[in-house]
C-alpha cells in the first residue's frame, strides 16, 4: 500500500526566514509526486509535478525536488501570504485496473508572521 | 481554460435526513472524476471516482453513493446521513487516469 509522510506538522517562520518541508513516500512504482497548496476552507491548489528522482520544479518562492524516497518543498524568503497548508501526493502506476489513484499525506501546516 | 464548481458551499442537514451534493466541470471533455472527503486537520480521503457516464468505482465502503449521469457531472448521495458523515467534500477532476487532480472549493457539511 503506499503511503505518504509529511513533516512536520506545522512550521511557523518569520518573513524572510527560509526553510524546507519534507513528503517521505513509499510506493511501486512511482509515477508521479504532487505538491498543492490549501487554503482555509479551499480546495486544494496545484502546484508542481515531480516525476523522476532529480528533477525539480520551481514557482516564485517555492522549489521543489525529488529524491527516489522523498521531497522537498523549499521555501525561500517566504511572505505571510505564504501561509497554508501544504499537501503531498504520490501517484503509482496505472494499468489494469489501477486508475493512478493519489495518495495524499496530512499536510504540513505553514505560518508566516510578518 | 477549465473551471470545477461545486454547490452548495456550506449545508447543515440533520441526522437521517437525504444528501445531494454536486459538482460540475467545464472547459474538457470526458473528465475522470473524483469525490475526496477532508475531515479536520487531517488529508484527503478518497471516496468514489469515475472514468465515464455511468461508470462509478467505490474506494471505501460507507453510507455514501456517487452517480454521473452527464459527461461533466458528478454527484455524490447519501439517503440517510449519519454524524460520522461531517466533513469538507471536495471533488476533482484530471484529463487523463494519470496526472494532476484539480479540485473544486468544497462543500462543507455539518451534520447535527
Known amino acids: 500500500e503506499d503511503q505518504v509522510t509529511q513533516s512536520p506538522e506545522a512550521l511557523r517562520l518569520q518573513e524572510g526566514e527560509s526553510s524546507s518541508l519534507n513528503c517521505s513516500y513509499t510506493v511501486s512504482g512511482l509515477r508521479g509526486l504532487f505538491w498543492y497548496r490549501q487554503d482555509p476552507g479551499k480546495g486544494p491548489e496545484f502546484l508542481f509535478t515531480l516525476y523522476s528522482a532529480g528533477e525539480e520544479k520551481e514557482k516564485e518562492r517555492l522549489k521543489a525536488t525529488l529524491t527516489k524516497k522523498e521531497s522537498f518543498l523549499h521555501i525561500t524568503a517566504p511572505k505571510p501570504e505564504d501561509s497554508a497548508t501544504y499537501l503531498c501526493?504520490?501517484?503509482?502506476?496505472?494499468?489494469?485496473?489501477?486508475?493512478?489513484?493519489?495518495?495524499f499525506g496530512q499536510g504540513t501546516i505553514l505560518t508566516v508572521h510578518p | 481554460s477549465q473551471t470545477i464548481h461545486q454547490w452548495p458551499a456550506t449545508l447543515v442537514q440533520p441526522v437521517g435526513s437525504p444528501l445531494s451534493l454536486e459538482c460540475t466541470v467545464e472547459?474538457?471533455?470526458?473528465?475522470?472524476l473524483y469525490w475526496y472527503r477532508q475531515a479536520a486537520g487531517r488529508g484527503l480521503q478518497l471516496l468514489f471516482y469515475s472514468v465515464g457516464i455511468g461508470q462509478i468505482s467505490s474506494e471505501v465502503p460507507q453510507n455514501l453513493s456517487a452517480s454521473r449521469p452527464q459527461d461533466r457531472q458528478f454527484i455524490l448521495s447519501s439517503k440517510k446521513l449519519l454524524l460520522s458523515d461531517s466533513g469538507f467534500y471536495l471533488c476533482?477532476?484530471?484529463?487523463?487516469?494519470?496526472?494532476?487532480?484539480?479540485f473544486g472549493p468544497g462543500t462543507r457539511l455539518l451534520v447535527l
Open positions: 501526493a504520490v501517484q503509482g502506476p496505472a494499468g489494469g485496473t489501477s486508475y493512478g489513484k493519489l495518495t
Open positions: 476533482a477532476w484530471s484529463v487523463i487516469a494519470g496526472g494532476a487532480q484539480y
Open positions: 472547459g474538457t471533455s470526458n473528465p475522470n
